[in-house]
């Protein structure tokens, strides 16, 4: 069948891609688990897109909420990690 899908999230990219539906380029810790357990494999493993840029914005207040801040120690340590 000829044709092409468009989703909008990363859901429906990886969904697709389970459902049989062709080939995706994701993070790795995105499919990690598919990949270990056998249900996908790495196909080029050898070509990585390269890295991007990740952004944060939020409102600059004078006392930033305790919340915004856990996420933004949240988020760093899973880029971190990721690298």
Known sequence: ???SIT????DGYESACLGGFGL???LLMGMQAYL???ER???LPH???PSMEVSLLYARQRHLP?????FMD???QIIQTAQ
């Open 1 to 3: 069948m000829a044709g």
């Open 7 to 10: 989703v909008n999230n990363t």
């Open 24 to 26: 995706i380029q994701a």
């Open 36 to 38: 270990q357990r056998g």
């Open 41 to 43: 494999v790495a196909v």
């Open 47 to 49: 070509l990585n897109a």
């Open 66 to 70: 305790l919340r915004v801040r856990a």
């Open 74 to 76: 949240w988020l760093a």
